[in-house]
């Protein structure tokens, strides 16, 4: 069974500044204090990222500090952007969760998105991660689903899949930002019963994953053919909204069509339409 969120709205940022007689742009800039030494990371190694509102207790041992802010009137610094940049900072330094404690929006004296973290090395990172991006070599596990069961919701329910995508735009008066697009799986609010618990039960959320990236795909396909960029607002919001329509739509017949997975011959055949339509897209798997 599904349910869906929205991760972003893309916001009109108005940018006022004093014309200059030279203006520049630089790229973002990264200050980090590190106080413990450790060997970096390996690409594949799982980082966790905890936003400001996550109030989980860290276990672990704290290295250090990283400070992603502008240099100047800055391009290439959104908050999607800068978030990679310090999860590679922090890939470098041995970290593997980083903890957001300090975010200033882009304003009237800078174009960028101003992150302040904390990075920790922790036993398990897992066990922290609220928030799972579609990776086509990362399945779900029933450790993912976290959530407490909503029975007087979804009475007939044995497990849910809360997952969704949203967009951000780069901002800059040098040149139009591009538009981000990304998928994740919310564990916190994803779940299952006790009577759900087996492969077959998770296969079945599993697509439901799968058919959110696929949209999420299909999204980047159709900006990228509107040439939408960030100061086209309603013709992305307008793309975004007709998408996301599909999606539930598609979510719902997909529950409808299999009886939540019951009729195992149709969810086979989901499966099988699913992966097709994800090896469609593959141009547009990431940003």
């Not at 949203?166 to 591009?178: I, P």
Request: with cysteine; charged share 25%.
């Amino acid at each position: 069974m599904f349910a869906f969120f929205i991760l972003a709205y893309m916001k009109k940022i108005s940018l006022y500044f004093l014309l200059l007689s030279v203006v520049w742009s630089c790229s973002p800039k990264l200050r980090s204090t590190i106080e413990k030494s450790y060997p970096p990371l390996s690409d594949n190694a799982l980082i966790i990222v905890l936003d400001i509102a996550d109030d989980q207790t860290i276990i672990g041992e704290e290295i250090g500090t990283i400070e992603a802010k502008d240099g100047g009137l800055a391009v290439n610094c959104t908050y999607y952007e800068n978030l990679l940049n310090v999860k590679s900072a922090a890939r470098e330094a041995g970290a593997n969760l980083v903890k957001i404690i300090a975010h200033k929006t882009p304003d009237n004296w800078s174009t960028c998105h101003r992150l302040k973290a904390r990075i920790y090395k922790v036993a398990n990172p897992k066990n922290y991660e609220s928030k799972i991006e579609w990776s086509l070599d990362r399945k779900l596990t029933w450790d993912d689903f976290k959530g407490q069961p909503d029975l007087a919701t979804y009475p007939n329910a044995l497990a849910l899949t809360n997952s969704g995508f949203g967009y951000e735009s780069g901002v800059s008066m040098f040149k139009e930002g591009k538009v981000f697009v990304q998928s994740v799986f919310n564990t916190n609010y994803s779940w299952v019963i006790p009577e759900g618990r087996n492969e077959y039960v998770l296969r079945h959320e599993q697509i439901h994953f799968d058919i959110t990236e696929i949209y999420s795909r299909k999204l980047r396909k159709e900006l990228y053919d509107a040439n939408a960029t960030s100061s086209d607002i309603l013709k992305t919001k307008q793309i975004f909204d007709r998408i996301f329509n599909e999606m539930e739509l598609r979510q719902l017949r997909y529950d409808q069509e299999t009886q939540r997975g019951d009729k195992k011959e149709t969810q086979e055949h989901w499966e099988a339409v699913v992966e097709l339509e994800l090896a469609k897209y593959e141009l547009y798997k990431s940003n």
